[in-house]
T-cell receptor, first 117, second 117 residues
Framework: GAVVSQHPSRVICKSGTSVKIECRSL??????MFWYRQFPKQSLMLMAT?????????EQGVEKDKFLINHASLTLSTLTVTSAHPEDSSFYIC?????????????FGPGTRLTVT | AQKVTQAQTEISVVEKEDVTLDCVYE???????LFWYKQPPSGELVFLIR??????QNEISGRYSWNFQKSTSSFNFTITASQVVDSAVYFC??????????????FGKGTHLIIQP
């Protein structure tokens, strides 16, 4: 089956630093990937849609200058949290749409838990 | 705008009881997909089922069954003979189909299911 990986799985950083999270489709190509954020005991919220070779589309209320998304290849999208603050501490999950499969099919990564101290 | 409502925040039952998780959705789109995911404490989302808007057939998979009713905009999930391993947070989600494929998912707030031994 299609596998999506995320790296790192956990990261702790100091306030004011930047953190990069990688999302990779391991055995399929993904022109489109999605980034979600989940605060403790809350639901998943779509942050942005990442498109290979073009600018990401951000959901309303998501700061695009703070959450930089780069989708430079068909198997890799990165999310960089710039100048992180404690309120950015969250669980970040990506999903990838398999371009070779049904267009409704998307696969989730295992998530990255970010803690900003 | 799309919306998914899971009115049950937490459900606690004793093992072997049947339990139904409710999901009500709102959308103006004619083509859409509904999903159920399980999220154990590890955080990784486990895909359970997908339904498209044109397929109202109910589905049964082992102890799991789903009842999709467009007339009431509901997509309920029933676990029969519940087991302790079923304890998790369950999310109902919705997406629409744009020209290039399915969009990112809109999640409900989740139902925390606790199965007591």
């Amino acid at each position: 089956g299609a596998v999506v990986s995320q790296h790192p799985s956990r990261v702790i950083c100091k306030s004011g630093t930047s953190v990069k999270i990688e999302c990779r489709s391991l055995d399929f190509q993904a022109t489109t990937m999605f980034w979600y954020r989940q605060f403790p005991k809350q639901s998943l919220m779509l942050m942005a849609t990442s498109n290979e070779g073009s600018k990401a589309t951000y959901e309303q209320g998501v700061e695009k200058d703070k959450f930089l998304i780069n989708h430079a290849s068909l198997t890799l999208s990165t999310l960089t949290v710039t100048s992180a603050h404690p309120e950015d501490s969250s669980f970040y999950i990506c999903s990838a749409r398999d371009e070779g499969g049904p267009s409704y099919e998307q696969y989730f990564g295992p998530g990255t838990r970010l803690t900003v101290t | 705008a799309q919306k998914v409502t899971q009115a049950q925040t937490e459900i606690s039952v004793v093992e072997k009881e049947d339990v139904t998780l409710d999901c009500v959705y709102e959308t103006r789109d004619t083509t859409y997909y509904l999903f159920w995911y399980k999220q154990p404490p590890s955080g990784e989302l486990v895909f359970l089922i997908r339904r498209n808007s044109f397929d109202e057939q109910n589905e049964i998979s082992g102890r799991y069954s789903w009842n999709f009713q467009k007339s009431t905009s509901s997509f309920n999930f029933t676990i029969t003979a519940s087991q302790v391993v079923d304890s998790a947070v369950y999310f109902c989600a919705l997406t629409k189909y744009s020209g290039g494929g399915a969009d990112g998912l809109t999640f409900g707030k989740g139902t925390h299911l606790i199965i007591q031994p």
